[in-house]
């Protein structure tokens, strides 16, 4: 069993910053790719940022130029930096991480982390 846990969540006001962090259990080099997803009250689960163990990442169209995703492997964490924060931006934010090896595929969730934006 795999366990991703997060951190950083909170309240900001709008425009201002916040860093979440998720550290697995596993080294995070097992993983072809790990991501944060976003919840609001009342809508579906969303993808914002992502990254794969080639370096590669990809960011939501309502988040770039405001968010990056970074990995940082002797720490063996990945990060999410949130700046320029909107109202928009509140929601529990999860951690995912994907593994592949083969037939195998596996999807590992953190337990979310509220991040509230005020205006």
């Known amino acids: 069993q795999v366990y991703l846990v997060e951190s950083g969540g909170g309240l900001a006001q709008a425009g201002g910053s916040l860093r979440l962090s998720c550290a697995p259990s596993?080294?995070?080099?097992?993983?072809?790719?790990m991501g944060w997803f976003r919840q609001a009250p009342g809508k579906q689960r969303e993808l914002v940022a992502r990254?794969?163990?080639?370096?590669?990442?990809y960011l939501a169209d309502s988040v770039k130029g405001r968010f990056t995703i970074s990995r940082d492997n002797p720490k063996n964490t990945v990060y999410l930096q949130m700046n320029s924060l909107q109202p928009e931006d509140t929601a529990v934010y999860y951690c995912?991480?994907?593994?592949?090896?083969?037939?195998?595929?596996?999807?590992?969730w953190g337990q979310g982390t509220q991040v509230t934006v005020s205006s």
């Open positions: 995912h991480a994907q593994e592949t090896g083969g037939a195998f595929s596996a999807d590992y």
């Open positions: 596993a080294s995070i080099v097992s993983f072809n790719a």
């Open positions: 990254i794969w163990s080639g370096g590669s990442t």
